[in-house]
């Protein structure tokens, strides 16, 4: 089997021809014309990236095609935060980084930094509780082996108040339900420890789950595990709609000439169920998902897949059905758009995109730029004035 980027080119032409399903081609798009629609304009882009220079810092971009580093983190940064009342955003570390700031999201300007406690590391990704007033993130209890919920006060220079459990090893991202106090966990299921790096160390006897935590508490209201067959897959990021509809996506950490579903999808009442892809889209992804998000709308979900330079944009409809290909080297960052199937791309060779499912249009809004080396693997839109209506 051809596994070399030539391949995944060749797997994508077959996907074309037998299912229908053509790559989006990407244009030059009007970045004043983008700046103009309102709706767009008053969106402010946040991740994490890397300067011409090397330095990592966050940032900043809007649809206008203006972008910088508006300051500067001791290493690579990870997911993004906006707080509910758009007042702060908070980064935490790649895992396994033990730093974190938090930040203005209309000038960059950091306004705490703070790391976590000894015997703990980020994993990447946190949220804000409902009222802002805490800032929650997933952590490594790397001693002992067990993920958990480290809680900051918000309001008290985040300095760390206290943690919660994850009910497994290994957690990843984490976002909370609308409305709710409620937290739900992509739990990835490998065990690692800083003095063998990322590494997994425990990759056969993995146990993905998706946990729902009271952000209160720490108590497990429900939990959602793989398939057996699937226990290899680790479970990294997800996305939950108002109505509790939610996907989540993984990298595969068995044999790598295997293709399983990486996508589960479904009510996190009734369940989640692995979405089928066609054998050649499989191929495509390269046994890896680097973020999931749903479009502008709710009714078309984004998954990007770095190493195979692609990112699959599915339909929501009686199942999640693939509709477009896009090929875009090195996707991965994904934030919803404003617009009906509209969703935001980065890509770790410094280009912001945009794509317009309606009119299956992929439009390049900015770089590369000589100040801007890379995106990093996130991206979060933070809106400077309230939408209308």
Not at 79 to 97: F, I, K, M, N
Not at 192 to 208: A, E, I, K, Q, Y
């Amino acid at each position: 089997m051809d596994l070399s980027r030539r391949g995944f080119l060749a797997a994508a032409a077959a996907a074309t021809a037998s299912f229908g399903v053509r790559p989006a081609a990407a244009t030059v798009g009007d970045a004043g014309a983008a700046a103009a629609d309102p709706d767009l304009a008053r969106l402010t882009l946040l991740g994490t990236a890397q300067d011409g220079a090397g330095v990592d810092g966050i940032m900043l971009a809007d649809v206008a095609g203006g972008q910088r580093l508006a300051a500067t983190l001791p290493g690579r940064g990870h997911g993004v935060a906006v707080a509910p009342d758009g007042s702060l955003a908070a980064v935490t570390a790649r895992r396994p980084g033990t730093f974190a700031a938090a930040f203005r999201p209309d000038t960059g300007e950091v306004v705490a930094r703070f790391a976590t406690p000894p015997g703990r590391h980020f994993q990447g990704h946190g949220v804000f509780s409902r009222d802002s007033r805490l800032f929650l993130a997933t952590e490594n209890a790397f001693d002992i082996g067990e993920g958990r919920i480290g809680v900051y006060d918000a309001t008290a220079g985040f300095a760390r108040v206290g943690e919660l459990p994850c009910h497994g090893v290994g957690p990843h991202e984490m976002v909370r339900v609308a409305g709710r106090d409620a937290l739900v966990v992509a739990v990835g299921g490998i065990r690692t420890h800083p003095s063998t790096g990322r590494s997994g160390l425990n990759t056969d006897v993995m146990r993905p789950l998706v946990a729902v935590v009271d952000a209160r508490t720490g108590e497990r209201l429900a939990e959602h595990r793989a398939p057996a067959d699937l226990h290899q897959l680790s479970l990294r990021h997800l996305a939950v709609r108002q109505d509790s509809y939610a996907v989540v996506v993984g990298r595969w950490e068995g044999h790598p000439l295997e293709r399983p579903p990486l996508i589960l999808a479904g009510s996190l009442q009734a369940g989640l169920r692995p979405v089928v892809l066609p054998d050649e889209v499989s191929e495509r992804l390269a046994n890896y998902t680097g973020a999931v998000c749903f479009c502008g709308g709710g009714r078309h979900i984004a998954v990007s897949a770095p190493r195979g330079n692609v990112c699959a944009v599915l339909a929501l409809e009686d199942a999640p059905v693939l509709r477009r290909l896009l090929d875009i080297p090195d996707v991965c960052g994904l934030a919803p758009g404003p617009g009906e199937g509209e969703v935001f791309l980065t890509s770790g060779r410094g280009q912001l995109y945009l794509y317009r499912a309606g009119e299956d249009r992929l439009e390049l809004l900015s770089g590369p730029s000589a100040h801007l080396s890379h995106w990093d693997n996130h991206l979060t839109t933070w809106a400077a004035e309230p939408a209308a209506g």
